[in-house]
C-alpha cells in the first residue's frame, strides 16, 4: 500500500520559516519525480516546487516561490522535504506532496500551512 505522508506544517508569523517533510512507503521512492502543490481556500491546486527522480539534479519551482523555498530529497530515507524561508500571508494553503511516475501518481493527505500574524 503506497503511503505518503506529510508532516512540518503550523502557524507561523511573516517572514518565518517552516520545513516540510513527505515521507514516501510503499513505492521505490527515488524513481519517482517528487512535487509538492499547495491549495489555497477557494482556489486551484497549484504547483509550488518539483524535483526529479534519482539523485534530484534538476528542481523546479513556481515563480512566486523561487527564491525563497528549496526542495530537496533524501532517498535514503524514502523523504521529500519543503524549507519554506521568508513565508508570507499568501503562502497560507493546504500544501500536498505528490509521487510522480511513469505509470502511477500518489497523492498526500495534505499539511495546513498558515502564515499570520
Known amino acids: 500500500q503506497v503511503q505518503l505522508v506529510e508532516s512540518g506544517g503550523g502557524l507561523v508569523q511573516p517572514g518565518g520559516s517552516l520545513r516540510l517533510s513527505c515521507a514516501a512507503s510503499?513505492?521505490?521512492?527515488?524513481?519517482?519525480?517528487m512535487r509538492w502543490y499547495r491549495q489555497a481556500a477557494g482556489k486551484e491546486r497549484e504547483l509550488v516546487a518539483g524535483?526529479?527522480?534519482?539523485?534530484?539534479?534538476?528542481?523546479n519551482y513556481a515563480g512566486s516561490v523561487k527564491g525563497r523555498f528549496t526542495i530537496s530529497r533524501d532517498n535514503a530515507k524514502n523523504t521529500v522535504y519543503l524549507q519554506m524561508n521568508s513565508l508570507k500571508p499568501e503562502d497560507t494553503a493546504v500544501y500536498y506532496c505528490?509521487?510522480?511516475?511513469?505509470?502511477?501518481?500518489?497523492w498526500g493527505q495534505g499539511t495546513q500551512v498558515t502564515v499570520s500574524s
Open positions: 524535483i526529479t527522480r534519482g539523485a534530484g539534479s534538476s528542481t
Open positions: 505528490n509521487a510522480a511516475g511513469l505509470r502511477s501518481n500518489y
Open positions: 510503499g513505492i521505490t521512492f527515488s524513481t519517482y519525480a
